[in-house]
């Protein structure tokens, strides 16, 4: 594992990280060429996103005359139920969707990884206590629990959602944790440090949780891609009033102003969806090639 | 695990004094007790979203009684108690346990819209249009995703694992929503292969329900088109976890030396590798089901589609509380139960889990 | 008067092999290279001759038993001079076998009892069910009568028979999985018995058991078998012929006597004189020093030479040829360039 730690002196730790956290990686996810190709994917849309809006101020000039076109030089991806620019709505439409998923993700990490791994270590009544409460909150289905709360609460900004989607999607994730902890737990090198007494907190902090940060890592980018679901979800149904321009909001609008049946809006319509779709793919593909880097066993060896 | 397994041979151990210890411990009377508990904070929940939060919904109803009828307080809180089935009079602990009362008794409350209607005689018609059309599309796509998984396992590495594992990453990181919106604008609107507006609703006017021809037809061909999303954004993950499964089961010892015993190819790819790969799918099944009908909200909304899912949206869009609360709580019985099912059928399938207490 | 049976020559011609391997080599391909596991093995297996081959994990021994049942992987590239089985029905060419017929051959002719018995069975199936569809793969439908047959085994195993059958693989502990295997192994009535580390990983009195059932086998049932095992106690015990197996070769061939009395090599006189003087299991086979080469980059010359106390110069250089000790029809060969010179300590 390339994060494994075996020698203890700082410096070596220091060198071990930086390798494990910025030369490996680079080198295995060039070896994985979807991993690559989705890496690229992501970080291209990362660029757009938050950088893009600066370069393309967003078009508020309605043109009647220019309703639904197709891609031309003027508009290199059309034009929109009332004539305004479909590029530039992009370009300034993946930033919003951007930090709530990620601020969700965060929340759904911070809440899942301490008490995932907690559960696992401690085992018994708290392991019970943890699971049990993480199996019923699993349970209850996401989608009509946040449409139920989005009915009675407004969201009215950024925070408040990603606040709502981080609190009620981690016991999945919570799971994974835990069982990965759990068969970290029985690997030699802890059962050795239990053996010399060399107390919890280092077990915990410095046994386990390196050996976790690559899993927590994917698991951070897999709890962002059901944000992005569970959230574009709400926004599409018109759920969330977020106000300005997202790509949910645009697949909302081609749905309330009903664009999906209009043959020529199919221009329109295909921009948000392919920027999500995208943004979904690569971050997926790119989890899988961070497992290799994580997991050496899961390395193709043909 | 393997020398805990080893050492001791298990069965039996039948001391009374831990009688009422292992009845805690048996699988299946621990799962129906979370079950239970699941369902009580569910209630709960629904019942405390519409009841405390800050708009509440109740007040928001009888506000709007009062302006728009001109009632007077009394007889607008009068009309909202026997629509919520909820005594406004009485403090909120004793409103619970009313409410409580009220569930077991099977009365969820009176829609606020369609003229009082119950939402139980709602759910009675909404709710068997989306088990079939999940049911169906559950059934299709695990059966295809275990099947497909299970070639691409025995064929790995050609060209042909390689397209269907591409095809199958793909799909599963696809939104349903999303799925469903381009299977609308393709199948429907852009190459106009299917009647998308003759397909909306659950049946065609005039079609009653069963055993005949028409009726199965109309059913599954107003069902087509969700059936699709949900098959189509399910088998790719389905693939991935059969392929994956049926790999290590085919690096078993226990396959090995079925070869070695001389049994015939299609005993071993069924009962030794696929019976075996397929197990760990189950786990997975109870969480697909919950996702599936969750998910059913948006997807039937999309596609006008009068399931359970539909009426939910409709609810919540018209501020129609008690349909939403008796819904979502429907919702979530379904799902609760179905992980049941799922789990009792994992129960019957793997020996190893059916002696009480050898939990591993 | 067996002993004297079965330390005649394998060239006797008067006798009929069930089993003629000559120049039998496989290799892995891996990425860094192909794995030369088993390298031009040759041997006849006389009809109730029981074959031990012994050597450090890491010598091929497995792949032996492997290649025997045309059970290797598909990475495995399989080359064989001549590899023929004689039965009743007359003669099976397994080099050359269709898929049907090793199907049909297998556990019918030879069963293979693997090292890892303890994951040897389908978990979701019960015992019975796997005497039953191995039964039904070779053509036996009488339900009654395979049930019949199968306790009787399970008594031979000294298992309690009825529980046993109706139990599931996860209710049997490891010894008694390992019996239930020799037991399903022997349902068939094969000819021979292949037995890849019968004991290892058992404990100490279990591996008693599994000895002394393998003892009576032998005496009771017109049987062959090979044991492939680092233990050469077991070898000592139940053999009646031993080959050392060195990185994939027979480097000695020869009967128990010869070999574990007047060993001519000086891996086997290193082995055995890494056994402890009790027949207890043995871990490490510390009297020889390293560790056994990388197949898939040999030494040059005699690959032992690297371990060898006794090596010179020559040895890194010079192949060794395979020669007969002492009269030409002895069946003991050793394959060293210096085994006239070397006297090794005998055993006693």
Known sequence: MSVQLQKSQPLELTKQYLTAIFVNPIRYIARNRAGFVGCCVLTFLLLLSFIGPYLVPLDTQARIDKIYSPPSWDHPLGTDSEGKDVLSQIVNGGRDVLIVAFLS??????????????????????????????????????????????????????????????????????????????????????????????????????????????????????????????????????????????????????????AIFFKDSIWYIMAPVTAIVLFQWSMVTFTRSLEEIFNPSLRSGD | MAQAATQQPQMGGSSPRNRAARWAKNPIVRRLGKAVLTIFIAVTLSFFLIRLMPSNPIQVYITQLISTFGLSYQEASNMASSLFSIDLDRPVVLQYVDYLANLAKGQLGKSLISNGTPVTAMIGEFLPWTLFSVGTALFISFTLGTLLGMTMAYKRGTPLDHALTTFASIMSSIPNYIVAILVLIFLGVQWKLVPVTAMRGSLSPGVVPGFTWEFFSDAFFHAFMPILTYVLTTVGNWMLMMKNSTLSALGEDYVTVARARGLRDRTITLSYVGRNAILPLFTNLAISIGFIIGGAALIETIFVYKGIGWILLTSINQRDYPVMQGVFLCITVSVVLSNLLAEILYSRLDPRIRVPGSDN | MRESAAVTPATKPDIRPLLRVENLNVQYRTRRGPVKSVRDVSFELLPRENLAVIGESGSGKSTLGLALTRLLPRSAQFTAGKMEYWGDTGRLNLAEASKEALRRWRWQEVAIVFQAALSAFNPVLTISDQFMDTAKAHGHRDQAKIRQRALELLELVQLDPKRVLDAYPHELSGGMRQRVLIALALILNPKILILDEPTTALDILTQRIIIDLLRKLKEDLDLSMIFISHDLSLAAELADRVATMYAGEFVEFGSVEETFYQPKHPYTAGLIHGVPRVNAELENLTSIPGSPPDLIDLPTGCKFHERCPHARKMCRTQVPVKETVGHPGSGHIVSCLRWREIKHAANH
Do not use: C
Not at chain 1, 220 to 243: H, K, M, N, R
């Open chain 1, 105 to 258: 993700g965060l929340i759904t990490t911070l809440i899942a990884a301490p008490l995932g791994a907690i559960s696992a270590f401690f085992g018994g009544k708290v392991d019970a206590l943890i699971t049990t409460v993480a199996d019923i909150v699993l349970t209850i289905p996401q989608i009509p629990l946040l449409l139920v709360i989005a009915a009675v609460i407004r969201f009215n900004n950024v925070y408040m959602l990603a606040f709502i989607l981080g609190i009620t999607s981690w016991p999945g994730l919570l799971r994974a944790v835990r069982s990965q902890v759990l068969s970290i737990k029985e690997k030699d090198y802890v059962e050795a440090a239990r053996l010399l007494d060399l107390g919890t907190g280092h077990i915990i902090f410095r046994e386990i949780l390196p050996n976790m940060m690559g899993y927590v890592a994917i698991a951070f980018i897999l709890a962002t891609t059901a944000a992005v679901y569970a959230q574009v979800g709400l926004i599409l149904f018109g759920l969330v009033p977020l106000s300005g321009h997202n790509w949910g909001v645009m697949i909302n609008l081609a749905w309330v102003r009903g």
